[in-house]
């Protein structure tokens, strides 16, 4: 009788302990296929703009934002980084194409900050070093929630096409800020200024990539403060 107890009693147990097990699967699964999507909307007196971003995308590009090179550059930042990218823009490209390129990259980094949510998982840290002909450019970026900016760029000409090379530099350190993030861009060397920026922008996709990516071995936070928001 008393074995007989005990035995029910083991059975109870198992059946207790197994439910448990069950929920944290299906918890875990719903978590991983949150959706890493933002769409942000920004309208000025100067600027109006949509950006929509999945960072588990397949590197869709839909840019329009009035200033065809910035065109090319964040096609080249999709098509790298896989991440499906949706830019509208509607600027006073009328004055000069400094309003529009600046505040694109506004959009863009909150929208990437936004589609981290709370970074669980996260591969933080991204690093790349890409070439176009002669040139070379690395760009490293933590996203630490601390933004901070290198920019180690010397291009002779100040445009290509019509565009102004300037631009570049606030393109970027407008993503760096809106995006929360530490921001090195190390040219190596290069002559032609298409393609020393056209590297850079590729070398960023490919640390993006790596940045953005979630790691399911990975539990919590990627940081030692616990926290990567400020
Ligand atoms: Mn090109």
Known sequence: MAAAKKKTAKKKATQKAAKPAAKRVAAKAVSRARDR???????TSETKIRVRVNLD???NASIDTGVPFLDHMLDALSRHSLIDLSVEA????????????????????QAIDEAIGNKKGLGRFGHAEVPLDE???AVTVDL???????YNVKIGQQRVGKFEVELVNDFMQALMNAGQMNLHINQRYGRNAHHIIEAMFKALARALKAAVAVDPRVSGVPSTKGSLRG
């Open 144 to 150: 630490s929630g601390r933004p901070y900016f290198v």
């Open 135 to 137: 040139a070379l450019v």
């Open 57 to 59: 995308g397949t590197g």
């Open 37 to 43: 999507k933002a769409e942000v909307k920004r309208d």
């Open 90 to 109: 509607d600027g006073d490209t009328y004055i000069d194409d400094h309003h529009t390129v600046e505040d694109v990259g506004i959009a863009i980094g």
